[in-house]
């Protein structure tokens, strides 16, 4: 388990490692509001975006609570079966502070899994796996397999591992995005060796991200937030809805232990990445190849440079820099423009393009609708490759 420490105030530059790199200023970027080759000029409103936390109820709607389940008993022994203990043995270069000589030292680790199809496929975190040369997986019934790794990404703290069984009972993946803040939500896992341990709580918030969660600035990052009780051994572990099915992967922890501030991988995400670890053993990224800001963070100067009006509110990403030659400079894209849309999803928060555009596909032509000095726009921009695929390591 991932323990992270204060938030440390980041003012958006951390985008461009999600879209593409940066690029130098550029003389001329922002002349006028010519729109480019290829552009559809559109109404200048979207529609409204919805919360990325708790969904609001109708004005008239009645205020009540939704009765809890009397036992979270059942959900336990249904999901129990499924969860994995993970240990491992791997290596780690020391220097003897007396000869200055490097020797390898080794390491043991121990975190959690659950079971996702009957062919023994396993998803775990990175952190619990990625840097380990013996996996040992040890079921419900303690029984133990070899564990081989399938696939990783450490960008999103997600793995796979594959163990030689068949007669093993997978848990159902549910839909992270239909949890709301305030849903029950039930956790199981190894904290500190303690296997298979059960705790319950609600889910405190949704989109934390790299802002909210300090791990590696080159992450893709949209945690549920639990109060859950979650501690060193259970990364990797189930977090799961009453209906029994997984709605997340236990991964970091705010604090030194259950502080009750626990974080978790929507399943989502994981969802959409798994044909890809599956198949070829890791996540290959499309870009728009610029940097981006919060529009959010802008100054007041910024505003009117790019033709805001005073309170006006704009929801999206804005281009702090163009990567010349690039997919968005070929579209014609530019510094100050801003993103509002990728293919017709409203970006709420400037966080969301990165993974929008990363995982849309390289080669893939897409539809941003683009503000530029008070005017909106549809324009197709053909995605390129990330080129940076290999993120920093992981605490």
Partial sequence: MRTVPAILAVAGLLGFLACGRGAPRRDGDQQGAALPPGATPVANDLPAPSSKGMSPAPADAP??????????????????PSVVTITTVGEEAVVSPFTNRVLQRETRGLGTGFVIDK???????????????????RLSDEREFQGKVVGTDPATDVAVVRIDARDVRPLPLGDSDAIDVGDWVVAIGN???????????????????????????????DFLQTDASINPGNSGGPLLNL???VVGINSAIRGGGAQGIGFAIPINMVKQLLPMLLRDGHVTRSALGVRILDSH????????????????????????DVNPGGPADKAGLQRGDIIVAFEGQPIERFGQLPWLASTAGVG?????????????FDQKVTLGRLQDQVPAGRP
């Fill in 63 to 80: 205020v009540g609570v939704r009765a809890g389940p009397v036992s979270f008993a059942p959900i336990a022994h249904l999901a129990d």
């Fill in 119 to 137: 062919n023994g496929t396993i998803l775990t975190n990175n952190h619990v796996v990625g840097d380990a040369n013996v996996i040992v997986v």
């Fill in 191 to 221: 904290p500190y060796g303690l296997s298979h341990t059960v705790s319950a709580g609600i889910v405190s918030a949704k989109g934390r991200t790299k802002e909210d969660v300090q791990l590696d600035p080159a992450g893709y990052y």
């Fill in 243 to 245: 209906k029994g099915e």
């Fill in 297 to 320: 963070l802008l100054t007041k100067e910024d505003r009117q440079v790019l033709g805001l009006a005073e309170g006006e509110r704009v929801s999206g990403a804005v281009i702090g």
């Fill in 364 to 376: 893939r032509t897409v539809t941003l609708r683009v503000q530029r000095i008070g005017k909106r």
